[in-house]
């Protein structure tokens, strides 16, 4: 097989995949900007960023074939910067959706294609490869989003919330950011965790995570410590939120977080990405350093009231 063959071979998967994936992206406008997002059901359901639809009180869906129809917010999680919105799936020609793939199977240097709406110009394609898998990436909240996907395929403001696909027509990605002083430096959401993400918006509006109410700062331990507590770093207790967890199980200012629940806490992403749904009601081990000595306190955290399910 030579070049043109091979060349030839690559332009028609590419082709391929945006036939099939590429009536399903819609654009999304709303009161404060807009971007992309995906139809990933037959009954409607669009998968976007947070930050596209977030306080926007009238969302309008464009699509493809140049259909304008409003949408309505199902659930929104600026922790994964995830959101679900719904259009009514009988105003007109039934709507093509999209496949949701498994991020798992996805490999470092296979083709990645990138659909939405940069800048405006409606239903752009671009194409690279899978860079990276594994990342980290910081949402707008400050928690840190896991399991990211970085490519070089080009995004631009108005390409968040659209898909990431592969030459098999799957979507492995909703793509949110890119860095605007870098060249190919662009990053998606893995589609194991916008499928986990949607199904709890559908379900309940929101994510539920569980808090202890307490703020704090990454710190090392002093190396005298390090060795006879097995941790090397923590949490320092820098306030205690009045009435909350933290406060009923007798954390204080000053202490050194080093375990939750049987594992280490090196920092404060540990803790967060700890304190989930499971948690909530449910009595737990809370390890903490206090004047060099270990203590172990027994914490219940409780939902937190920024995940609660809002009235639709």
């Given amino acids: 097989m030579d070049e043109a063959d091979l060349l030839d071979a690559y332009s028609q998967a590419v082709v391929r995949s945006v036939e099939t994936v590429g009536p399903a992206v819609v654009k999304i406008d709303g009161d404060r900007g807009g971007g992309s997002g995906v139809v990933f059901t037959p009954d409607g359901l669009i998968l976007t960023n947070s930050h596209v639809v977030e306080r926007g009180k009238r969302l309008t869906v464009t699509l493809p074939d140049g259909r304008s129809m409003r949408a309505d917010l199902v659930g929104c999680d600026i922790d994964t910067d995830l959101a679900v919105i719904r259009v009514d799936p009988f105003a ?14 996805v490999r470092v240097g296979q083709v990645a294609i990138a659909i939405g709406n940069p800048y405006g110009f409606h239903h752009s394609v671009t194409t690279g490869v899978v860079s990276a898998l594994g990342r980290s990436l910081r949402a707008r909240s400050g928690r840190l989003m896991d399991d990211i996907i970085q490519t070089d395929a080009a995004l631009n403001p108005g390409n ?56 704090g700062q990454n710190v090392p331990v002093p190396r005298a410590l390090a060795r006879a507590n097995h941790a090397s ?35 404060i992403d540990d803790l967060h990405r700890l304190l989930t749904d499971h948690c909530i009601g449910k009595p737990s081990a809370l390890t903490v350093l206090r004047a060099g000595h270990r203590r172990q306190l027994t914490v219940t955290p409780a939902e937190s009231a920024r995940d609660q399910p809002q009235p639709r």
Avoid at 92 to 105: E, F, M, N, Q, V
Avoid at 172 to 200: D, H, K, P
Avoid at 239 to 251: L, R
């Fill in 160 to 215: 968040s919330g659209g898909p990431l696909v592969t030459t098999r027509a799957e979507v492995i990605g909703i793509n949110t950011a890119m860095i605007l002083q870098a060249q190919g430096l662009c990053f998606a959401i893995a589609s194991n965790t916008a499928r986990f993400v949607a199904a709890r918006l559908i379900r309940d509006g929101c994510v539920r995570r569980s808090y202890i109410g307490v703020a």
């Fill in 233 to 267: 770093s923590g949490v320092l207790v820098t306030s205690v939120t009045a009435e909350s967890p933290a406060e009923a199980a007798g954390v204080r200012d000053g202490d050194v977080i080093l375990g939750f629940a049987g594992d280490t806490i090196a920092g």
């Fill in 92 to 105: 007109g020609p039934p709507l093509t959706w999209a496949t949701l793939g498994d991020s798992r199977s």
